[in-house]
C-alpha cells in the first residue's frame, strides 16, 4: 500500500510514523523543528489519517507499506523515527531491510509484547453513533462517559472530521478492534540491525523499561538510550524542543 504522505524540507530524507489512533499531524511540531536541515517524509499509516483502509494490519505488513511508498518516492535510504506504534512498526522495516535504515529513532517504545492498554478507548469509539452526532462537542460528551482524561479525548477528536452532514473517524475503528492483538505484538523479524540506533524514553511512561534492555541489545547491539524527565508517553508533544534537540544531536553526530 502506498500511504499518503506530506513531505516538507530538503536534503537527507528522515521518515516520521505516528502512533495508533494518530496521524502525521500528531509529528508536526517535530517535522517543521527538522525541516531546515533534512527533507522530512510524515506519513499516515494505514487504516489511519488519509491513508488507504484494509481488514489486515500486522507489523510485517505496516513494514511492506513503508517499502511500497519508499520506493514510489525514489528513496533508498532513509533515516527512521516512530512514536509507539509507529517505533514498532520503524523497528520491523530496519530488521527487514537493514540497508535501506541510515538511522533508528524510537520514542518511547521497546520491542517488546505490550499490554492492552487501549480497550476502555476502542470500546468507547465503537459505542458512539456517528450518525447521531450533530457536533464535537456531542462526540466529547459522549467519549467523557468512559474517558475521564480530558488530553486523550482532546487527541482522538483531532482524527473526526465532517463530510456533508456526516462525522466520520480517519481511522478505521473497526480495522483497529479487529487487529488490536496484533498490534500489541513485538517486532516479527529478527535482525539484528546493527546501525546507529537511539531510543527516546519518557521518564514517567513504562514503555520502556530496564527489563527490556536484554531484548533490545539482541536486536539493536549499537542502540543508545536518551531520558527526558517530566513526561510520559507524549513525551515528543509534551517536551517538543528537548525531544527535537535529541533528535538532531543524533541526526548530525
Same mark, same amino acid.
Request: proline share 4%.
Given at each position: ?13 528522515? +521518515? ?18 527538522? &525541516? ?50 509507529? !517505533? ?18 524510537? &520514542?518511547? #517504545? ?26 464535537? /462537542? ?15 479525548? /482532546? ?17 478505521? #475503528? ?27 524514553? !519518557? ?9 527490556? /534492555?536484554? +531484548? ?13 524527565? !517530566? ?5 515528543? &508533544? ?16
Amino acid at each position: 500500500m502506498i500511504l499518503h504522505t506530506e513531505i516538507t524540507g530538503q536534503g537527507q530524507a528522515i +521518515v516520521l510514523i505516528h502512533g495508533l489512533f494518530g496521524s502525521y499531524e500528531n509529528l508536526g511540531v517535530i517535522a517543521r523543528a527538522l &525541516a531546515d536541515q533534512w527533507q522530512v517524509v510524515n506519513l499516515d499509516m494505514r487504516n489511519h489519517g488519509r491513508s488507504g483502509w484494509h481488514d489486515n494490519m500486522s507489523y510485517a505488513l505496516m513494514a511492506e507499506d513503508i517499502k511500497d511508498t519508499l520506493d514510489h518516492l525514489g528513496l533508498d535510504q532513509v533515516v527512521l523515527l516512530g512514536h509507539s506504534m509507529g !517505533g514498532k512498526i520503524s523497528m520491523e522495516f530496519a530488521l527487514r531491510y537493514p540497508t535501506r535504515v541510515s538511522k533508528l529513532i524510537l &520514542a518511547d #517504545i521497546s520491542p517488546v509484547q505490550n499490554r492492552p492498554r487501549h480497550l476502555e478507548i476502542l470500546s468507547a469509539l465503537e459505542s458512539i453513533n456517528l450518525d447521531q452526532i450533530r457536533s464535537r /462537542q456531542q462526540a466529547d460528551q459522549q467519549l467523557a462517559l468512559t474517558i475521564t482524561e480530558t488530553g486523550v479525548r /482532546q487527541f482522538l477528536l483531532k482524527s473526526l472530521y465532517k463530510e456533508g452532514d456526516q462525522f466520520r473517524w480517519r481511522f478505521n #475503528i473497526k480495522a483497529l478492534i479487529a487487529n488490536y492483538q496484533e498490534l500489541l505484538k513485538a517486532p516479527e523479524s529478527k535482525g539484528p540491525f546493527t546501525g546507529p540506533t537511539l531510543f527516546i524514553k !519518557g521518564a514517567d511512561s513504562d514503555y520502556l523499561l530496564p527489563e527490556h /534492555q536484554s +531484548v533490545i541489545l539482541q536486536l539493536f547491539p549499537t542502540s543508545k538510550a536518551k531520558v527526558i524527565m !517530566g513526561t510520559g508517553h507524549w513525551l515528543h &508533544a509534551e517536551k517538543p524542543v528537548a525531544f527535537s534537540k535529541i533528535v538532531t544531536d543524533f541526526l548530525l553526530s
